[in-house]
């Protein structure tokens, strides 16, 4: 018998879904104690040397650390919480009937995958990764599939090794694709192009996309009418993550 559709994670178990630019993260947080703690020994000199111009350098160095903190804190919170939402609101707006063939391009440790496997009882999920280290932290195949076990939907859940640029599957092969936070890591704009052409491509006719990102989703929208998808439309943003991200939907004709 097929597991339940959302059954829990196995025993004590937790998935986990993975830190996004974990050398950003890092890099905010050794930055902003470094100059918190500078900034504060900084007023405490121009305090005693009595001048107005180091103290007011002073505190713009102590306010920018405690701006990096704050955006770690947020990055992090968004990675570990705030995604979680965004998966939710993303893959409630397919409507899933439960049988449908679904691709997480960019799929990371599975948020978007693992939460699709769960409505397609009767269906599968693929996911296809470079599995960047540098875009997600501990990122590999072999977490997401301990993930989607995890979460008991490994029997429908597959994931491939290849670039979203060139997708390494057939003409009209699924019925939904779906990407959260993958593709902006394209660093070029016709990189991204590239990549929403190759999405359109793998989709059957009816077939829906919806594509979450904290930047170029209207450069998404654009590529999709261009490709000739139908209702394509860019959600209001979500704050739920930082940055906030919106989702461009479209449907394939
Ligand atoms: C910030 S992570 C997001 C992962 C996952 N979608 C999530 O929401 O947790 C971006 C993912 O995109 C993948 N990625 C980046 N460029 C890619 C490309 N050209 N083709 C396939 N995957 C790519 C990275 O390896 C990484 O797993």
Avoid at 71 to 98: E, I, M, V, Y
Avoid at 227 to 232: D, F, H, L
């Amino acid at each position: 018998m097929p597991p339940a559709q959302n059954a829990p994670a196995t025993g004590e178990q937790k998935p986990d879904y993975g830190l996004d630019a974990p050398g950003v993260f890092r890099g905010l947080l050794i930055g902003g104690f470094a100059a918190a703690i500078a900034g504060y020994f900084l007023v405490r000199w121009a305090f005693r040397e009595n001048s107005g111009t180091a103290l007011g350098l002073a505190f713009a160095v102590q306010n920018s650390g405690v701006g990096c903190l704050i955006g770690a804190a947020l990055l992090f919170t968004s990675s570990r919480f705030g995604k979680l939402h965004l998966r939710d609101r993303l893959l409630n707006g397919l409507n899933l009937r439960g049988n449908e063939e679904l691709l997480d391009v960019g799929c990371g440790h599975g948020l978007l995958l693992i939460g699709a496997a769960k409505k397609l009882p009767q269906g599968r999920a693929v996911g296809v990764d470079l599995w960047s280290q540098v875009d997600q932290g501990d990122n590999s195949r072999a977490a997401t599939l301990r993930n989607a076990e995890i979460e008991n939907v490994s029997d429908r859940v597959e994931v491939h090794d290849g670039d979203m640029r060139k997708l390494p599957f057939g003409d009209g092969t699924f019925d939904a694709v779906v990407a959260n936070f993958a593709i902006h890591n394209i660093p070029s704009r016709e990189g991204r192009r590239e990549a929403i052409r190759e999405i359109v491509r793998v989709l059957k006719p009816g077939g829906q996309v919806a594509l979450s990102d904290m930047k170029s989703v209207a450069l998404y929208a654009k590529e999709l009418r261009t490709s000739g998808m139908r209702a394509v439309k860019i959600s209001w943003p979500s704050f739920w993550t930082w940055p906030p991200a919106r989702i461009a939907t479209a449907r394939k004709p």
